[in-house]
């Protein structure tokens, strides 16, 4: 059975950072282009960052140079570096494969205040 599970989220104040991770079950992540998504309060559900698996990375402009992602093929997991944290940041964050999108995880909250 495949799962994605995100933990790392938190409380932080602007300026912080969280390095968030997403634990894969029953796929490998390094097969597959894995992606970040955010869903701030309110709003719909918004794309972040993808690795693919050949580990080019791309992002979002609204965070493009604050945050990285990375995979640790090993340990079957995607991360996600945050850092600058800004209060809009906040949100619920998932992970999910890229193409063919997986049943979605619980995610991690994030918290900026400011």
């Known amino acids: 059975q495949v799962q994605l599970v995100e933990s790392g989220g938190g409380l932080v104040q602007a300026g912080g950072s969280l390095r968030l991770s997403c634990a894969a079950s029953g796929i490998a992540v390094r097969s597959f282009a894995m992606a970040w998504y955010r869903r701030a309060p309110g709003k719909q559900r918004e794309w972040v960052s993808t690795?693919?698996?050949?580990?080019?990375?791309h992002y979002a402009d609204s965070v493009k140079g604050r945050f990285t992602v990375s995979r640790d093929s090993a340990k079957n997991t995607v991360y996600l570096q945050m850092n600058s944290l800004r209060a809009e940041d906040t949100g619920i964050y998932y992970c999910?494969?890229?193409?063919?999108?997986?049943?979605w995880g619980q995610g991690t909250q994030v918290t900026v205040s400011s």
């Open positions: 999910n494969r890229w193409i063919g999108s997986l049943s």
């Open positions: 690795i693919s698996s050949g580990g080019d990375t």
